[in-house]
């Protein structure tokens, strides 16, 4: 907005070094698309504030044509694209019409005249705009802003953008020197703009030296790729790290099948979704850390929800697995039910912050989004925390008293049914972490927990009951491995393997990752 509003005032300026025409500005509002095309290149060639400002009229739909003149309509009024005038409209006049062809057109140009902003950022994504740009009447203003880039990073790809023109040169050296070029290049764009050209080349060593380009730029894609899946697995298995680290303590430590775990988790995620609306509703200035008030209130919307849960139910079935199992599923389905009653059926969508959208670009092929590193960050964070409340607070050494032996730890003086509590309270808070994790890089909606409560059983199993280190191997294992296979087999076959694998693995070693240290001794 501010752009447009920067070039609508440069559009009444006086006083230019190229003095923009009439008969330009008719040109590239009237005629044959490839005729509007040829004076678009030319105009902008030699462009100046005034035909930038008609540029981004046009690209807003707010040019008419009325015989041989041209208006800028702004509002209610008109004004004349040349002397930036105020005019009458005649009562005839028609709209300009352009079509998908004309408007990439125009998007290209005009991203060629932001090659000499001011804003590095503008620069550089007018840069990445033009990456796949082959027009060689633009070469005179990229070689223009070439010589006058100050960044090295833009500089470079603005290179890269110099030599993509040049592959369609009539010089053969220029080809060829712009073919050696692109090898640099790990952009998809570029490999389908050398595979392009390889099909029309018919110069022997030009077309060798595309070839080995294409092969360079190939393999460094494949790189990207191979990063990408490795980051993927990352990501996944940080996700199920967090909905698994709950369940390693109501299930690994206290025993109990918890089939409601994943409700425990979409209580979390709607939970930010509350604070969400709470800070775009009272505090908009701040909604930037609506965040920061939501990892809290998912913790304790979940723990205490997990609280009730365990004093009205769990407490009367402990040592009873087939009826816990089913008690805890029928509660998850009324806790579904009831968030669809407040929140309706359908999904709801929470925001990312500011500070979390974009990512880091790595390769050409691959982008490192912040919200899933925050997200891998934020679950080994709550790991290294649950590790210590239970490793070394007063809290952890009454779970593991009460856990590894209960009889004993009563007779201590430790309140049994208290530590089951704050136990129970703790793993579904950490479920609630989870929730507000997973509503950054997704919607929220009641069947949110059933995608992730097989997968999180199958971590705990498989790490070890009762072991946090296996549960950690176990989650980042069965993630990377996961987008591994589906690069291979695909989504559904990638799982059907995972859980075969597992399957296997827990045949030959039911302890799993990590196995309960223990003695025994030999009668």
């Not at 447009?4 to 559009?11: A, G, I, K, P, V």
């Not at 509007?36 to 690209?59: G, P, Y």
């Not at 579904?428 to 507000?436: E, H, K, M």
């Not at 990638?494 to 009668?523: D, H, M, N, T, Y």
Request: glycine share 10%; net charge neutral.
């Amino acid at each position: 907005m501010f752009i447009r509003c920067f070039l609508f005032l440069l559009f009444f300026a006086a006083g230019h070094a190229h003095a923009f025409t009439p008969a330009e500005a008719k040109a590239m509002a009237t005629g044959e698309t490839d005729a509007r095309i040829e004076a678009l290149n030319k105009a902008v060639a030699s462009a100046d504030d005034q035909t930038a400002a008609f540029l981004q009229a046009l690209i807003d739909d707010s040019v008419k044509v009325a015989g041989d003149k041209v208006f800028v309509v702004k509002g209610d009024k008109a004004f004349d694209p040349v002397t930036g005038a105020q005019t009458p409209l005649p009562a005839d006049a028609e709209d300009v019409i352009n079509n998908n062809r004309m408007r990439g057109e125009l998007d290209t140009a005009m991203a060629a005249l932001k090659l000499f902003s001011k804003d590095e950022k503008e620069r550089a994504a007018a840069v990445k705009l033009l990456r796949t740009e082959t027009d060689e009447a633009r070469l005179p203003l990229i070689e223009k802003a070439y010589a006058a880039e100050s960044n090295a990073q833009i500089k470079e790809q603005l290179g890269l953008v110099r030599a993509a023109v040049l592959l369609g040169s009539s010089d053969k050296g220029k080809r060829m020197d712009a073919a050696k070029l692109l090898s640099q290049s790990n952009s998809g764009g570029t490999k389908l703009l050398l595979i392009e050209r390889l099909k029309v080349e018919t110069e022997p060593d030009v077309k060798a030296t595309l070839e080995a380009s294409l092969r360079t730029v190939e393999a460094s894609l494949a790189w990207g790729d191979k990063l990408g899946a490795v980051f993927s697995g990352i990501s996944l298995g940080s996700i199920l790290l967090l909905v698994a680290l709950g369940l390693a303590i109501t299930y690994g430590l206290m025993g109990v099948i918890n089939m409601a775990h994943g409700e425990l988790m979409m209580i979390g995620a709607y939970a930010t979704y509350v604070v969400q609306g709470i800070f775009q509703k009272y505090l908009p200035g701040a909604f930037d850390w609506y965040l920061l008030a939501a990892v809290p209130a998912a913790f304790l919307a979940s723990a205490l929800m997990g609280a009730i849960l365990e004093r009205s139910v769990i407490r009367f079935l402990y040592g009873r697995p087939l009826e816990t199992l089913l008690a805890t599923w029928g509660i998850s389905l009324m806790l579904q039910q009831l968030v669809r009653s407040t929140f309706g059926a359908q999904n709801v969508g929470v925001e990312n912050p500011s500070w979390m959208s974009g990512g880091i670009v790595v390769l050409g092929n691959l982008q490192l989004p912040w919200n899933r590193i925050i997200i891998i960050g934020f679950a080994f964070a709550v790991l290294l925390g649950m590790g210590f409340l239970i490793g070394r607070t007063r809290l952890g050494l009454f779970v593991r008293g009460v856990t590894q032996n209960r009889p004993i730890a009563s007779c201590m003086g430790v309140n049994t049914a208290r530590i089951d509590t704050y136990a129970f309270a703790l793993g579904s808070g950490i479920a609630g972490l989870a929730g507000c994790a997973l509503s950054q890089i997704g919607n929220v909606g009641p069947d949110l927990g059933q995608g992730y409560i097989v997968d999180s059983f199958m971590v705990v199993v498989l790490g070890g009951v009762g072991q946090l280190a296996g549960t950690v191997y176990a989650a980042l294992g069965l993630g990377v491995l996961n987008k591994f296979l589906e690069g291979w087999t695909g989504a559904v076959l990638a799982k059907i393997a995972v859980l075969v694998l597992i399957i296997v693995f827990i045949q030959k070693r039911p302890q799993g990752i990590f196995a309960v240290k223990g003695r025994s001794a030999e009668a």
